[in-house]
């Protein structure tokens, strides 16, 4: 008896979890800025127009905040981006067609970031920053998807070229997310 009702407590508990709700973000909601003071940028390649930063975050920087703040700061209209370092949390989504909304997961424990690309584009005159992530675990394991949340810890290194030529976004109706379209001319 004392068995049976271990083995149902059991169930209960683990319908109760993963009838836990999921949480879904927009793929058009902007990064929050003023969560990254620790960055530090540097210019290192210049050629013509085109020019190369790396940027060095420090423990606690937020990601896609310093991004769009260097976007912001530098003027830029163009540029995409590379990127290694830790995070000590991270959320990132798997985009979910029939919401059109980003399903949210999350990592609440260290991790290697061991790739981070994207790019830089206008839309409405803003900067809008685009970024995926992958993460790894101390068990080997790889997460990632499209990057809503990372705070680094300790350091994370970017290496962002900046074009001279502008690329602006819109949203996509049909798929309801943010694409580039070479046609825009503001």
């Not at 508990?13 to 530090?40: H, N």
């Not at 790889?142 to 970017?158: D, I, R, S, W």
Request: glycine share 8%.
């Amino acid at each position: 008896m004392k068995t049976r009702s271990l083995l149902i407590g059991f169930i209960l508990t683990t319908l109760f979890i993963s009838a836990k709700a999921q949480q879904y973000v927009s793929p058009t909601t902007p990064p929050q800025t003023g969560r990254s003071p620790g960055v530090k940028v540097k210019l290192i390649s210049s050629n013509s127009s085109t020019k190369t930063y790396c940027l060095v975050f420090a423990e606690g920087d937020e990601i896609l905040s310093g991004l769009k703040e260097f976007a912001v700061k530098y003027k830029v209209t163009s540029a995409h981006f590379v990127g290694i370092g830790d995070a000590g949390s991270s959320k990132f989504g798997w985009y979910d067609k029939t919401r059109k909304m980003f399903k949210v997961n999350e990592l609440h424990n260290f991790a290697e970031i061991t790739s981070l690309a994207g790019d830089i584009t206008l839309s409405k005159g803003n900067p809008v920053v685009h970024a995926h992530i992958n993460l790894a675990t101390e068990d080997g394991l790889v997460h990632g998807g499209h990057l809503l949340e990372a705070f680094v810890n300790p350091t994370l290194q970017v290496i962002v070229t900046v074009e001279p030529i502008p690329l602006y976004k819109r949203l996509d109706e049909a798929s309801g997310i943010m694409i580039i379209d070479p046609d825009l001319k503001k």
